[in-house]
């Protein structure tokens, strides 16, 4: 069974940075994309970035290109997304999600893959 666990959030001020990380376990995630989306209280669940396997092609939103920078350990089977310059429009629950095809990056119900969710919060 795969798993897929977000860890890294929490509550910061507006123009700091965080960490996030996804550890996948239960299943070989080799050759799968990674990907991270975020959702706002009684907002959908949006997109914010994804890689692909090798770690050569990455995808953003506009919103967070230049901010935000997704990376991969494909050794510890763990994904990143370090987030600076923080805005209060950024809080949200933060996942992690895996897909062995990527065809429409931005739809969450073409991942095969999620995890639990972590909170960040940026205060203003």
């Known amino acids: 069974q795969a798993h897929l666990v977000e860890s890294g959030g929490g509550l910061v001020q507006a123009g700091d940075s965080l960490r996030l990380s996804c550890a996948a376990s239960g299943r070989t995630f080799s050759g799968y994309s990674m990907g991270w989306f975020r959702q706002a209280p009684g907002k959908e669940r949006d997109f914010v970035a994804a890689?692909?396997?090798?770690?050569?092609?990455?995808f953003y939103d506009d919103s967070v290109k230049g901010r935000f920078t997704i990376s991969r350990d494909n050794a510890k089977n763990t994904v990143y997304l370090q987030m600076n310059t923080l805005k209060p429009e950024d809080t949200a629950v933060y996942y992690c999600a895996a897909v062995s095809s990527i065809v429409q990056v931005r739809t969450p119900r073409h991942w095969d893959y999620w995890g639990q969710g972590t909170q960040v919060t940026v205060s203003s």
């Open positions: 890689i692909r396997w090798s770690g050569g092609t990455t």
